[in-house]
């Protein structure tokens, strides 16, 4: 809690940077303005922390991807079917791959 | 690898057509699939540059942080000029320093004095200024700090272990989209003789939210 303590991780986990960094991009690349996605993403906070307190860590991103994607899926940018046969190809191919090897999707 | 991962590997993970000797990549979690699936489909799209969702990371995880906050609250201390135009026109001082962009549209400067101490929350989700600060911890980003600070910040405070005198006001800002507010912590005694990087060294992460002081907690 302290700034005297260790030095404390920017992202707890690599999907948290990416998460961050790819609502960021699609912002700057004018896809949509912050203050639609700031009250979009406080709406799901708000949801979410009705059921329970928020640590604020891996529930907080959990709250920021399901409002990207029904933000995306929303403006006709990221259809749900097709994220979701993606991240079933994912599964797939981290599921075929040997350890040490790198992750492809087969298509790509 | 850490302890969790080993059991995962050895005892709950159910594909047993792997031998043990060759187990496959370690799978991530459901979000994290969740995310490459997005970012994948948006790449074939050509709607999103992958090198630049790596300069973003990059940049928060290695370039922009509190530092750079510290170095305007310095010098707000050191430059009575410098002062008085930060107080004025925040986003257009801390622009000078290069300190500009995303989340730093527009910044407001609330100074601690002796009768107020200032704290910043954003109780909608957890808008923060970026180019001063970098990206907000955790606790920032926690329902029981957005929830508490507004209604009882001394308690908050406390938790923080930060006491104030009785005739202190404390005054809550909350971020927006819009504004967002870097604090300027009381400058502490004794330090009339140090320079501006001797004084940075002072001004924490929390000091400029409003849940620590310079010098201490």
Same mark, same amino acid.
């Given at each position: ?34 203050? %639609?996605?700031?009250?979009?993403? #406080? @709406?799901?906070?708000?949801?979410? #922390? &009705?059921?329970?307190? &928020?640590?604020?860590?891996?529930? /907080?991103? @959990? @709250? ?6 029904? /933000? &995306?899926?929303?403006? #006709?940018?990221? @259809? ?7 991240? %079933?190809?994912?599964?797939?191919? /981290?599921?075929?791959?040997?350890? #040490? %090897?790198?992750?492809? &999707?087969?298509?790509? | ?12 993970? $159910? ?7 060759? $187990?496959?990549?370690?799978? $991530? ?15 074939? =799209? ?16 290695? =370039?922009?942080? +509190? ?12 430059? +009575? ?34 009768? !107020? ?11 923060? $200024? ?6 907000? +911890? ?33 005054? !809550? ?11 300027? +912590? ?32």
């Amino acid at each position: 809690m302290s700034a005297a303590g260790k030095p404390e991780p920017v992202f707890e986990a690599p999907w948290h940077a990416q998460i961050f960094a790819l609502t960021v991009h699609l912002n700057e690349a004018g896809h949509f303005v912050w203050a %639609d996605w700031a009250a979009r993403f #406080g @709406a799901t906070l708000k949801a979410h #922390g &009705l059921a329970r307190e &928020l640590n604020g860590g891996e529930d /907080y991103f @959990a @709250a920021w991807l399901e409002t990207l994607e029904g /933000y &995306l899926a929303e403006i #006709g940018m990221a @259809a749900p079917s097709e994220v979701s046969s993606l991240r %079933d190809a994912w599964e797939a191919a /981290y599921l075929s791959t040997p350890h #040490g %090897d790198p992750v492809k &999707l087969a298509d790509a | 690898m850490d302890m969790a991962g080993l059991l995962g590997q050895s005892l709950f993970m $159910p594909h047993d057509h792997h031998s043990h000797d060759d $187990p496959h990549a370690l799978l $991530p979690s459901d979000p994290a699939l969740r995310v490459k699936a997005l970012e994948t489909l948006l790449t074939k =799209k050509g709607l999103i540059d992958p090198a630049a969702l790596d300069e973003i990371i990059d940049t928060y995880e290695n =370039k922009i942080g +509190p530092r750079n906050g510290a170095r305007v609250v310095a010098r707000a201390w050191s430059d +009575p000029k410098f002062h008085a135009a930060l107080m004025e026109d925040a986003t257009a001082v801390v622009a000078d320093l290069g300190f500009y962009g995303r989340q730093g549209e527009h910044m407001m400067a609330v100074e601690n004095t002796d009768t !107020v101490h200032n704290i910043v929350v954003c109780t909608l989700c957890s808008c923060y $200024p970026w180019p001063l600060l970098g990206i907000p +911890p955790g606790w920032y980003k926690s329902d029981a700090y957005r929830a508490r600070v507004v209604r009882e910040p001394r308690k908050v405070l406390a938790d923080f272990g930060v006491t104030l005198p009785e005739e202190t006001a404390v005054r !809550v800002w909350d971020s927006t989209a819009e504004m967002r507010y870097l604090v300027i +912590p009381k400058r502490p005694e004794g330090t009339e003789d140090l320079d501006e990087e001797a004084l940075m060294a002072l001004v924490s992460r929390d000091s400029m939210i409003g849940t620590g002081l310079a010098g201490g907690s």
